[in-house]
């Protein structure tokens, strides 16, 4: 069986060997089980690097995990020396492997992440606050644009009066703007709009996954960005 996958985390097993944690073009989330990936001379460890694209050769399911017998790289060009896009890798990976851990089969999502990546290898260096804010389009969780001003972020309506500090006047606005826009990639926002919506639109994801937590490389993507 042949799988196109998204790397988003993985567990080393042992001295040689791993679990690769993935989301997958036709079955949503999954994790394999790659034996020898840290063997001394396999050189396919190189490519446990988050959200890289990779094509997997596995065998039938065994124990619930498939195993890796072939894997290869779908996108050379992902890899960078760059340390912010890295930071941003790092973090949306996080992210996702929280948030995709019960999601089926979405093809939508697998090119949604797939037009985040095009959109960073253009050094779109906010791309990452859109492609989260987009995700929830694709989980059904958006809010419903409403001419109200303020952003309630445990209901998902605007309203008339602020329900959260994160949620003031100008933030709510952003939302509205992100919602309603048909090139949401487009939208320029201020180094103080962006700290700002990134805190808004974790508090949103907070009310509305089930143990969320932030992704451990927050305080990087904020110093950096």
């Given at each position: 069986m042949t799988q196109e996958v998204f790397l988003l985390s993985y567990t080393k097993y042992g001295d040689h060997d791993a679990v690769?944690?993935?989301?997958?073009?036709?079955?949503g989330f999954e994790s394999?089980?790659?034996?020898?990936?840290?063997?001394?001379?396999?050189?396919?460890?190189?490519?446990?690097?988050p959200l890289n694209e990779l094509l997997l050769y596995t065998s039938d399911k065994k124990k619930n995990i498939q195993n890796v017998i072939k894997l290869e790289q779908r996108n050379s060009d992902l890899f960078t020396s760059d340390i912010r896009k890295n930071s941003i890798l790092f973090f949306i990976s996080d992210l996702l492997n929280q948030v995709l851990r019960n999601e089926n089969q979405n093809q939508n999502i697998y090119s949604e992440i797939s037009l985040f990546l095009s959109q960073l290898q253009m050094d779109n260096f906010q791309s990452h606050l859109i492609f989260i804010f987009r995700l929830l389009k694709q989980q059904g969780l958006q809010p419903l644009f409403s001419?109200?001003?303020?952003?309630?972020?445990?209901?998902?309506?605007?309203?008339?009066?602020?329900?959260?500090?994160?949620?003031?006047?100008?933030?709510?606005?952003?939302?509205?703007?992100?919602?309603v826009?048909?090139?949401?990639?487009?939208?320029?926002?201020?180094?103080?709009?962006?700290?700002?919506?990134?805190?808004?639109?974790?508090?949103?994801?907070h009310y509305h996954f089930t143990d969320f937590r932030e992704p451990k490389s927050l305080e990087?993507?904020?110093e950096i960005f």
């Open positions: 690769l944690h993935c989301f997958c073009r036709e079955n394999f089980f790659a034996k020898g990936i840290y063997a001394p001379k396999n050189k396919k460890k190189a490519f446990l690097f001419d109200k001003t303020y952003l309630n972020p445990e209901s998902g309506n605007f309203e008339e009066t602020e329900s959260h500090h994160f949620f003031d006047k100008d933030i709510s606005a952003i939302w509205k703007e992100l919602i826009s048909q090139n949401p990639y487009d939208i320029k926002l201020s180094r103080f709009g962006k700290q700002n919506f990134l805190d808004s639109i974790l508090v949103y994801y990087i993507i904020k």
